[in-house]
């Protein structure tokens, strides 16, 4: 029998939406006591599951149906005006794939870019266990910590999972004072041509949202495919 076959998830109470205010949610998540391996990560994904630390979660709400797994086809997209200037901007960056680990330097940027850039998230105040769990524990066999850096300097961090047939885009975190590089937007654009350069179809994104303007972004990647009622869906 497969690990899939095997699996069990379970459903949490009612709780805060992190992403709608005044909005109650419920949430679905794999068995903790499960590990799953590159098939069973592969299958979750196709059914708009997305990982935290060593948890795979996906909304399950009664009544609302507004978080919307999105992913970017690798060979599809097309960059637009705008993304093709912040690409041209970030050139003078050194890119570099390294093995998850905890370093004070990682840690540090991360604790200036939540504490300057959102201290309105539940993610704030940042704490030491708080990064290891959400970021450096839970697939670091299979993961990337992605650093950008200009002249040593890390400007950037972009944690990646590698999955069968794609990337998933987990987290990225910048340099507050570099803002104006677009180093978030730049490190998608990164990610979906190494998507293109290693065979690799696919670019999860984690979750489309139309009410929640710091979940707009993702739809300015085109085209993007987007879970309807079960479906991947290609919008242009």
């Known amino acids: 029998m497969t690990q899939a076959a095997q699996t069990k998830f379970f459903i949490t109470p009612s709780h805060a939406c992190s992403y709608i205010e005044n909005q109650q949610a419920t949430t679905l998540f794999l068995d903790p006591q499960v590990s799953p391996n590159p098939e069973l990560y592969h299958l979750l994904s196709e059914q ?3 990982r935290s630390g060593s948890s ?3 909304p399950h709400c009664a009544s609302c ?3 919307i797994a999105a992913r970017i086809p690798s060979t599809l997209f097309k960059a637009n005006k705008r993304q093709r200037r912040i690409w041209n901007k970030n050139q003078d960056l050194d890119v570099s794939i390294v093995a998850p ?3 004070k330097e990682h840690y540090e940027l991360y604790e200036r870019y939540i504490c300057e850039r959102h201290q309105d998230g539940d993610m704030y105040p940042p704490s030491e266990e708080q990064y290891l769990s959400f970021l450096v524990q839970g697939w670091s066999a299979h993961g990337m910590f992605v650093e950008f850096r200009k002249e040593n300097q890390l400007l950037a961090l972009a944690v990646v999972d590698r999955l069968e ?3 998933s885009a987990v987290y ?3 340099d507050p004072d570099h803002s104006n590089r677009s180093i978030g937007n730049y490190a998608i654009l990164w990610q979906i041509d190494y998507c293109r350069q290693n065979q690799l179809p696919l670019l999860y994104l984690g979750y ?3 009410n929640c303007l710091k979940m707009r972004y993702k739809s300015d990647y085109r085209p993007l495919e987007l879970l309807t009622n079960g479906q991947w869906l290609l919008v242009n």
């Open 208 to 210: 489309w949202i139309k």
């Open 65 to 67: 149906n507004a978080c």
């Open 56 to 58: 795979f979660y996906r």
């Open 48 to 50: 708009g599951f997305r």
């Open 165 to 167: 047939n794609a990337l």
């Open 101 to 103: 680990a905890f370093t």
């Open 172 to 174: 990225t975190f910048f």
